[in-house]
């Protein structure tokens, strides 16, 4: 079946830039997302990408897919304590999501 | 209220419990699903309704039973569950379900604890 990877960990410092990796299998992917999940609480949608598009910019958040080589991440600018969380990668597979295990990132002073 | 809501935030229930897990959305969707999350392992997709019709079941147990009265609300109802269907039970809606693209919005899920 289609599988979605990621990092388990990363740790980065306040103010540093973050990148969440994630990889996955499915040739056919329309839409890939990104999630957050903060402790005790449900996902939430943070970005999403077209599989023609190979970036794309939110405020501080920048998407990047090479589509070739079936990689998307996740780049968090000027990454705050807020930003502790677990981050989702989403594959959409036909009519489904496919999810990724998460990377929780955490912020340190 | 907005989004996508779910009731109990908490549920802790023994084994020979029934009980209901319920959400609701506002966004004006058709299509609802029910996610399993465990500890370390990846979510699972349990049951998706679109207009109120089940179009897929993922092999779930059945001291699991969906039921969608209407394209806002779904519900889920256990009985006898065991202690390792313990879990965060996330609710999701999206425009269709199918389509490239329905992005899917979820509740806050319900933290199920089985004594």
């Known amino acids: 079946g289609e599988d979605v990877e990621q990092s388990l960990f990363l740790s980065v410092r306040e103010g540093d830039s973050s990148v969440i990796n994630c990889t996955y299998t499915d040739s056919s992917s329309t839409y890939l997302y990104w999630y957050k999940q903060e402790p005790g609480a449900g996902l939430q949608l943070l970005t999403y990408i077209f599989s023609n598009m190979d970036m794309k910019q939110d405020q501080r958040l920048t998407v990047l897919l090479n589509k070739k080589d079936k990689h998307l991440s996740l780049r968090i600018a000027d990454t705050q304590t807020g930003d502790s969380a677990i981050y989702f990668c989403a594959d959409h597979n036909t009519d489904k999501l496919i999810f990724g295990t998460g990377t929780r990132l955490q912020v340190f002073p | 209220e907005t989004g996508v809501t779910q009731t109990p935030r908490h549920l802790v229930m023994g084994m020979t419990n029934k009980k209901s897990l319920k959400c609701e959305q506002h966004l004006g969707h058709n299509a609802m699903y029910w996610y399993k999350q465990s500890a370390k392992k990846p979510l699972e997709l349990m049951f998706v309704y679109s207009l109120e019709e089940r179009v897929e079941n993922n092999s779930v147990p059945s001291r699991f039973s969906p039921e969608c009265p209407n394209s806002s609300h779904l519900f889920l109802h256990l009985h006898t569950l065991q202690p390792e269907d313990s879990a965060l039970y996330l609710c999701?809606?999206?425009?269709?379900?199918?389509?490239?693209?329905?992005?899917?919005?979820f509740g806050p899920g319900t933290r199920l604890t089985v004594l």
């Open positions: 999701a809606s999206s425009q269709s379900s199918g389509g490239a693209t329905d992005t899917q919005y």
